[in-house]
């Protein structure tokens, strides 16, 4: 039996693109490639996509691909995805939920306690001789105890709280409803949620619903002692009022994973002294990154099979 | 009625200072002078030490203050401090235990998450632009689920290992013997529980009791995927092995606290790509550091009006 014929796009590392290329007659592309570059013939023969990337999978490209059945994403975020056209379609749409739950939430809370502690500004202090010759360095600012806000409880969102149980920190949070099996405080409006905590963490999943949701009004009722932690995608905050807040004062501090236009992110983050910023790596381990990799080449083996795909989104 | 005399040894922020001098007839003498170059007449009045920093605090310099009756130390740890002098004088000793216990094992664990995760190097990634001209960040090591291990299960252990409950990890201890109110593992040997886990936490009691009580051996047990956490005291860890292991990839990592001669520490470790280095910062909060001065300056006025101190070690 001949190979099924898929297009990778993105990047993949070793132990994810070679099982690709030993099951499928494979073909790649960049993010940002024009799919009609591929000639027709090759682009007939696509049944399947292998998404990686943030870049915008949208209804043009995927009509590129006249026999296209299955997207399979790395990642549990999809929306770049434009999943309403996949459905006109009927194209299935996978992605990989939970087995990075656990990742995005221990870097949320290392981004806090970093960020309150100054680790990265310590290690410079250390690293460079100041210690030796300038001496102590600043005193910084206590974690265990303080209020903390988490906008959008879903499974990140509940993986940080949990954690910060254990820092005996005051739970409060943002979802479109109660939550009946926790007993933390609920708030029905973000800027109502950063009102009350010394810390705001975003784990709203991302896409229209939630596009600048954070508002400027939100991030200044965080105010001037708050520190606000994003760890869900860029477009969920007014980036533009963060910003303003971050250089005036209005806003303490912030710890930044995701952002807009990544990885050309705003050169006005650069001259923050107030921040702490990460490369959108919150899923970036090695033992994560191979645990979705099997799940995205499972569900295109279960596609390919025939049978109901493990994660599938649409 | 006149104030009393005291000598305030080390630097204090004004929240303490003042306070001090408010109550007291302050003298003040930097760690490293010679208490015999203050006049015997003022050497005779003091009748009380506020010490801080972590230079030698030995029966020379005591036996300079013939009428010295109380040192009150701004910290838990009292190595630097000749306590066995002091109870043949009947000098009775104070410190500053438990206020900074979350403070000691939110940094640990931030430690642990900063070096794990590489923030410190995510961030500079990031703020160097290297993000958008070059692209990914490299993928780190996933925190949740390891096994973990903690030498010394006193206060401040416990609090790490509770906090690290939470990271669902497999916690391992040594401790002189089993404690019966936790279900952890236990090792009767530094080396042995160093060999059974995937990162060793010290949070020792400095002193003559454990100097060097974490060996070459321990170090090379936890061998080169492990990481080796600090934040004890530098003396508790054989540290020219510690700096061999690190340098020749016997041990993968270790992110320190403490070291011998803080702050004139060895100049290889800032040669090493493989550590996150803080400057003795981990009880350095404000908000800590403030009740730290609150209990000593607590024990220093219970020894003056002749009652029981607060938090007496000797």
Request: contains cysteine; aromatic residues 8%; charged residues 20%.
């Amino acid at each position: 039996m001949s190979k099924k014929n898929i297009l990778i796009i993105g990047t993949y590392d070793d132990w994810d693109r070679i099982p690709m290329e030993t099951s499928y007659e494979a073909h790649f592309m960049a993010p940002d490639d024009d799919p009609f570059a591929i000639p027709l013939a090759t682009r007939e023969k696509i049944e399947a996509i292998a998404f990686r990337g943030h870049s915008f999978l949208g209804c043009a490209k995927m009509d590129a691909f006249p026999n296209l059945g299955m997207i399979a994403n790395l990642g549990v975020g999809y929306d770049t995805i434009d999943v309403a056209h996949a459905k006109i379609r009927s194209i299935k749409v996978s992605n990989t939920p939970d087995v990075l739950t656990d990742d995005v939430a221990d870097l949320a809370v290392g981004m806090m306690i970093a960020k309150m502690r100054n680790i990265t500004g310590a290690h410079e202090w250390v690293s460079s001789g100041n210690w030796g010759r300038k001496g102590d360095f600043g005193l910084q600012r206590k974690v265990t105890g303080k209020r903390v806000g988490i906008a959008g409880l879903g499974r990140i969102g509940e993986a940080v709280a949990r954690r910060l149980i254990a820092f005996n920190m005051e739970i409060h949070y943002y979802a479109r409803s109660p939550k009946n099996h926790v007993s933390w405080h609920y708030h029905d409006d973000i800027a109502d949620l950063a009102g009350a905590v010394d810390i705001l963490f975003v784990t709203l999943t991302g896409g229209p619903a939630t596009k600048g949701i954070v508002t400027r009004q939100a991030i200044e009722a965080l105010g001037p002692n708050g520190l606000f932690i994003n760890v869900s995608r860029g477009t969920t905050v007014d980036e533009g009022a963060l910003l303003d807040a971050l250089e005036s004062g209005a806003l303490g501090g912030a710890a930044l994973d995701v952002y807009l236009n990544e990885p050309y992110i705003d050169p006005r983050f650069m001259q923050l002294n107030n921040v702490l910023l990460q490369p959108h790596q919150s899923s970036g381990t090695f033992e994560t990154r191979q645990t979705m990799g099997k799940l995205q080449r499972a569900n295109l083996a279960a596609y390919f099979a025939g049978e109901p795909l493990p994660t599938q989104v649409v």
